[in-house]
């Protein structure tokens, strides 16, 4: 936030180089007087902007001791970056704030100090639009002076140059810049106590506290006269423009929410690229009959049905009335607009346009991000809630779900981590479904062949490990580290963001696609052995047949490596810890059915837990037999040959926008390896 220029009796002054104030108009009157009144009232403001406020001061010395007459640098901290920059203005201009506690104020006014005692602090609220300071000046005068925006300000002044004030900061606002207004009013002592006794009073009423300390708050604002207002830059940060400009082209439909001034909103808008050259701008402002407004909603209604590029822009009043009459019609003007600018929004207002659109028909995922107190309730109410680390505290950041520091990293989080997180979670998901409807449902085909007893036809080893050992290294590696694009690709092109819209790889299909895949794996497991076992067929040299476990052994040998061969056909980013958790897996399985299978347990160890030496020896009579590889290979061919012709089918007929980029990205790196290559030939 720069303070950079201000309106004081109906005269513009700019600032320069933040040390003093320069008139950008002709004064009336250029006699002696007339300068001299002009000094007053600019003195008398500068006086408003430097007690007006909620400001604390930290005066760092030498000796740890705060003193007025130091010579130390003084640090404001400010719950808004805009008192703050008001604070440093009048320090600047010759209106030092020194501090103060709870009973007064102190002021240094070129080379002298002045003590103000703080009688009332009267916050800002977002309703009133408004805050206010009662002090009792060195000379016994009680004053109450007051800031907030031009729309309260004005409307409470009966003195004081309105009508030049409120150009001017139309002027302020055509600017971009963020404008407020300052006026004061002398209370007498009897005004005083009446108010402070109505104060008392609402203050320990135990019901309806709020409202009856606001209307108290009201009663004293009110006949105003009308010093100034002060015009204050608030830069945007860098990227912001590139970044909303990616999350359009993502799908992702921005909409603006602010407190400011609708000039002010809009020139914003412009600045950021919210709004484009090529859109047409409808304005829903000033409105106060929700006849005409829903008169004026039908309109812009058919016209954005007949096709274009429309911006809407909306204030707080006309909201509130088109919320409260004509919701529907709103949001549908509102879902088909390319950008959607609301001005003049109390933090309720932000709250309610979020829950409008969130319980739309069309259910949207909302995302709210803001960086100020008043951004609270929206981030609250949005799905997932944003908070910005900045000058404007820290409120926003504690009540959000996610927390950064710049507006841009909003790229790499949505663009970049979105979609690797989702494609991460999904693919788990439905993958851990998956293997173990391919390996359990070889059992409820067994239950058919004994008549559905108890019998299983999987050693209790195989039951206990294969979620333990022989699946869940490789699934879980992949759920922490996959990234099925690189990140350069998924910010240069945010069309791919479009792939995961609207849950795409959790709908129903992909879910009854796995289910699927799983069932068919799980009969060719069973039945290919059956195939080929069948009729008693004797195998081994002494043809002697196979029995129960080894007849299991087989089903599970199959599905643990068409499991494991599934996720690396799925993988597309291979570290050092996707290998060797993959690698760890297909070596581990033989390995520990070896030892389980090689050792008779109960004699080694004499634990009850290995009485039964069912499976000894079974894992190398099963493998030595070629027949049985030639069934494992079967197996594995004929699992992975609808897969393999399914995707061959939409690689090259049916491509996405991720196979599109990602053949052309492979392109390009193979034509930077030859063309290097070349280079060192």
Request: proline letters at 3%; hydrophobic letters at 40%.
């Amino acid at each position: 936030m720069q303070f950079r220029q201000c309106s004081v009796d109906g005269i513009k002054y700019e600032d320069v180089n933040g040390v003093s104030l320069k008139m950008t108009t002709e004064p009336e009157d250029f006699t002696d007087s007339g300068k001299e009144h002009r000094s007053e009232l600019l003195h008398e403001f500068l006086l408003c902007m430097g007690l007006c406020h909620t400001v604390h001061v930290h005066k760092d010395s030498e000796n740890g001791m705060d003193s007025i007459d130091s010579k130390a640098p003084l640090d404001y901290q400010a719950s808004s970056p805009d008192e703050k920059a008001l604070v440093e203005a009048a320090a600047s201009y010759g209106v030092k704030f020194l501090g103060g506690t709870s009973e007064y104020i102190e002021v240094q006014l070129d080379s002298y100090a002045e003590r103000y005692e703080l009688l009332h602090v009267l916050e800002f609220d977002p309703t009133r639009k408004c805050m206010s300071v009662i002090v009792k000046t060195p000379t016994g005068e009680i004053r109450l002076l007051c800031k907030g925006a031009e729309s309260t300000i004005l409307h409470k002044s009966i003195s004081g140059n309105v009508d030049s004030t409120l150009q001017h900061v139309n002027d302020y606002a055509v600017l971009g810049l963020r404008t407020l207004c300052f006026a004061y009013r002398i209370l007498s002592p009897e005004v005083y106590e009446e108010f402070h006794e109505q104060l008392a009073e609402a203050s320990s009423s135990l019901e309806n506290r709020e409202e009856k300390l606001n209307a108290v708050f009201e009663i004293a604002e009110q006949q105003l006269h009308l010093v100034g207002a002060t015009a204050v830059e608030d830069e945007l940060q860098d990227g912001v423009a590139d970044t909303i400009a990616k999350l359009r082209e993502a799908g992702i439909k921005v909409w603006v929410l602010t407190g400011d001034k609708q000039e002010t909103a809009v020139n914003i808008s412009h600045s950021c690229d919210h709004f484009k050259a090529n859109m047409s701008e409808l304005y829903l402002v000033k409105q106060k009959d929700p006849n005409e407004i829903s008169r004026m909603l039908t309109d812009y209604s058919k016209m954005v049905d007949g096709g274009g590029n429309y911006a809407f822009v909306v204030d707080g009043p006309s909201l509130a009335l088109a919320l409260n009459f004509h919701s529907d019609k709103l949001l549908q003007v509102c879902i088909k607009c390319v950008a959607v600018l609301c001005c003049r929004m109390s933090p309720l207002q932000k709250a309610q346009t979020v829950k409008l659109v969130k319980d739309s028909p069309t259910k949207p995922t909302t995302m709210a991000i803001g960086d100020g107190a008043n951004d609270v309730s929206m981030i609250q109410e949005a799905h997932v809630g944003l908070g910005i680390m900045g000058k404007e505290g820290r409120q926003a950041v504690r009540c959000s779900d996610y927390a950064f520091a710049r507006f841009r990293f909003l790229q790499k989080i949505l663009l970049v981590h979105g979609p690797w997180y989702y494609i991460r979670v999904a693919m788990t998901v439905q993958y851990f479904f998956y293997k173990n409807i391919a390996f359990i449902t070889a059992q409820f085909f067994y239950a058919f062949y004994t008549q559905f007893s108890q019998q299983t036809v999987f050693e209790s080893f195989y039951l206990t490990f294969y979620n333990i050992t022989c699946t869940a290294l490789p699934i879980t590696i992949y759920g922490i580290f996959e990234q099925h694009l690189p990140k350069k690709m998924l910010l240069e092109n945010p069309l791919l963001y479009k792939e995961i819209s609207k849950n795409a790889k959790l709908r129903l299909w992909e879910c009854f696609y796995w289910c699927i895949l799983g069932f068919y794996h799980a009969f060719l497991f069973y039945y290919v052995p059956i195939w080929l076992l069948g009729d008693d067929i004797g195998l081994k040299s002494e043809q002697v047949n196979y029995g129960l476990w080894s007849f299991g052994t087989i089903i599970f040998t199959n599905c643990v490596i068409v499991v494991n061969i599934k996720l690396i056909i799925e993988t597309c980013h291979w570290n050092i810890l996707a290998v060797a958790s993959m690698v760890i897996t297909i070596v581990g399985y033989p390995t520990l059915a070896s030892i389980y299978s090689g050792i008779v347990w109960f004699n080694a160890t004499g634990w009850e837990l290995f009485s039964t030496t069912s499976l000894y020896w079974v894992f190398f009579e099963v493998h030595k037999i070629a027949a049985m590889w030639f069934c494992i290979l079967l197996s594995v061919g004929m699992a992975f040959l609808p897969d393999f012709v399914y995707k061959m089918i939409m690689y090259y007929y049916y491509p996405s926008q991720s196979q599109i980029e990602r053949h052309k990205y492979k392109f390009y790196i193979d034509k930077k390896f030859v063309y290097s290559h070349f280079l060192l030939k």
